[in-house]
T-cell receptor, first 116, second 111 residues
């Protein structure tokens, strides 16, 4: 069974640009979550999508957005990039059937974004 | 609010030593608790979990007990191996699939 796939794995952008990251969840998983990992702030929750609807959102500015498609694949977008957006962006999927498996996430290897 | 505090690393041990990584939490309600591990060059993996007070999660020789009275979920292993070298994250679940993570503890095991 294929794992969570994130693309691209590495990218470099300059301030003011925008970026779109993609995530393909494990087959059958309908919940996709995004996390930002930085040395200073650690792992921080961005948002979660389930059945194409945003179900939870973290404390990030509106420049950070996401969406989920009918096949459960998800994208996140960061507009007007700032230096502080440099981070590893992790996508995670889960079965999320009722209360079963809450918090049991399967993570991808991440997309490492560098903003210059 | 909800938060997780882990012992600061890095932690360096010799092979076969006893490991404890401390984790305490603050939460409203009754969260589930988790330990995730990040091996070098890989994504996070769920190591173990506990969903209610006094539950013990275990996997790969690691154990952690959900202690509501001390709001703790310390990770232990009786005899570590070089292959256990990784970053360990304690986390709590605050609803749906939202996890609040601790800062992570980098563990290095020397042969």
């Amino acid at each position: 069974k294929a794992g969570v796939t994130q693309t691209p794995r590495y990218l470099i952008k300059t301030r003011g640009q925008q970026v779109t990251l993609s995530c393909s969840p494990i087959s059958g998983h309908r919940s996709v979550s995004w996390y930002q990992q930085t040395p200073g702030q650690g792992l921080q929750f961005l948002f979660e999508y389930f059945s194409e609807t945003q179900r939870n959102k973290g404390n990030f500015p509106g420049r950070f957005s996401g969406r989920q498609f009918s096949n459960s694949r998800s994208e996140m977008n960061v507009s007007t990039l700032e230096l502080g957006d440099s981070a590893l962006y992790l996508c995670a999927s889960s079965l999320a059937v009722g209360g079963q498996g809450a918090g049991e996430l399967f993570f991808g290897e991440g997309s490492r974004l560098t903003v210059l | 609010g909800n938060s997780v505090t882990q012992m600061e690393g890095p932690v360096t041990l010799s092979e076969e030593a006893f490991l404890t990584i401390n984790c305490t939490y603050t939460a409203t309600g009754y969260p589930s608790l988790f330990w995730y591990v990040q091996y070098p060059g890989e994504g996070l993996q769920l190591l173990l979990k506990a969903t209610k007070a006094d539950d013990k999660g275990s996997n790969k020789g690691f154990e952690a007990t959900y202690r509501k009275e001390t709001t703790s979920f310390h990770l232990e292993k009786g005899s570590v191996q070089v292959s256990d070298s990784a970053v360990y994250f304690c986390a709590l679940n605050v609803g749906a699939q939202k996890l609040v993570f601790g800062q992570g503890t980098r563990l290095t095991i020397n042969p």
